[in-house]
């Protein structure tokens, strides 16, 4: 069974500031995806940014850009030029290729700072 | 386009109580996805239809817990009877497309607090 790991319960940055939070993951999969989930307060999820485990350029949207380490099973986020708007929780998830189950780490809780 | 709606958005109940929560999917999403969100932890899928049957319900505690898409559009997920660890945000969620492009859209969610 694949499992996602973020080990940051909490994290705090400074308004403009980059932020980059963690994730692991375990599996025997070869073929899979990755994304981060951002869920603002009181707000419903959505999609941030995602990755082919089979593309090595790392995957980048805007001011979100992620570090896709496969031999290590590490997926971190990078938000550069952090906005009061991006205080949310977000959440690392897996997907095996061929399934269009979402394994969810418990989430990181970001709070952006003025 | 209008977006993945959940009703209610509140809930309280008394254990042993029966609960049921609504969800109406984007319109022409096939594959419709329920989930539970436990206060401090990442969603935890239920049930997945695809159109009207059951893709995968491996982590659904069938003694209490059903969930329909009759005409393979709006669901409805049921708790009979509540208990107090059914305490959390139950989030459905439609998708679009396949593979890599696969795209989960969530609702807002249906916060249930049994007591």
Same mark, same amino acid.
């Given at each position: 069974?694949?499992?996602?790991?973020?080990?940051?319960?909490?994290?705090?940055?400074?308004?403009?500031?980059? $932020?980059?939070?963690?994730?692991?993951?375990?599996?025997?999969?070869?073929?899979?995806?990755?994304?981060?989930?951002?869920?603002?307060?009181?707000?419903?999820? %959505?999609?941030? %940014?995602?990755?082919?485990?089979?593309?090595?350029?790392?995957?980048?949207?805007?001011?979100?850009? $992620?570090?896709?380490?496969?031999? #290590?099973?590490?997926?971190?986020?990078? %938000?550069?030029?952090?906005?009061?708007?991006?205080? #949310?929780?977000?959440?690392? #998830?897996?997907? #095996?290729?061929?399934?269009?189950?979402? $394994?969810?780490?418990?989430?990181?809780?970001?709070? $952006?700072?003025? | &386009?209008?977006?993945? !709606?959940?009703?209610?958005?509140? /809930?309280?109940?008394?254990?042993? =109580? *029966?609960? !049921?929560?609504?969800?109406?999917?984007?319109?022409?999403?096939?594959?419709? +996805?329920?989930?539970?969100?436990?206060?401090?932890?990442?969603?935890?899928?239920?049930? =997945?239809?695809?159109?009207?049957?059951?893709?995968?319900?491996?982590?659904?505690?069938?003694?209490?817990?059903?969930? &329909?898409?009759?005409?393979?559009?709006? *669901?409805?997920?049921?708790?009979?009877? !509540? /208990?107090?660890?059914? *305490?959390?945000?139950?989030?459905?969620? *439609?998708?679009?497309?396949?593979?890599?492009?696969?795209?989960? +859209?969530?609702?807002?969610?249906?916060?249930?607090?049994?007591?």
């Amino acid at each position: 069974a694949q499992t996602v790991t973020q080990s940051q319960p909490e994290m705090s940055v400074q308004e403009a500031e980059t $932020v980059t939070l963690s994730c692991t993951y375990d599996t025997s999969e070869n073929n899979y995806y990755l994304f981060w989930y951002k869920q603002p307060p009181s707000r419903q999820m %959505i999609l941030v %940014i995602r990755q082919e485990a089979y593309k090595q350029q790392n995957a980048t949207e805007n001011r979100f850009s $992620v570090n896709f380490q496969k031999a #290590a099973k590490s997926f971190s986020l990078k %938000i550069s030029d952090s906005q009061l708007g991006d205080t #949310a929780m977000y959440f690392c #998830a897996f997907r #095996a290729g061929g399934s269009e189950k979402l $394994v969810f780490g418990k989430g990181t809780k970001l709070t $952006v700072n003025p | &386009e209008a977006g993945v !709606a959940q009703s209610p958005r509140y /809930k309280i109940i008394e254990k042993r =109580q *029966s609960v !049921a929560f609504w969800c109406n999917p984007i319109s022409g999403h096939a594959t419709l +996805y329920w989930y539970q969100q436990i206060l401090g932890q990442g969603p935890k899928l239920l049930i =997945q239809f695809q159109n009207n049957g059951v893709v995968d319900d491996s982590q659904l505690p069938k003694d209490r817990f059903s969930a &329909e898409r009759l005409k393979g559009v709006d *669901s409805t997920l049921k708790i009979q009877p !509540a /208990k107090l660890e059914d *305490s959390a945000v139950y989030l459905c969620a *439609s998708s679009v497309g396949q593979g890599y492009q696969e795209t989960q +859209y969530f609702g807002p969610g249906t916060r249930l607090l049994v007591l």
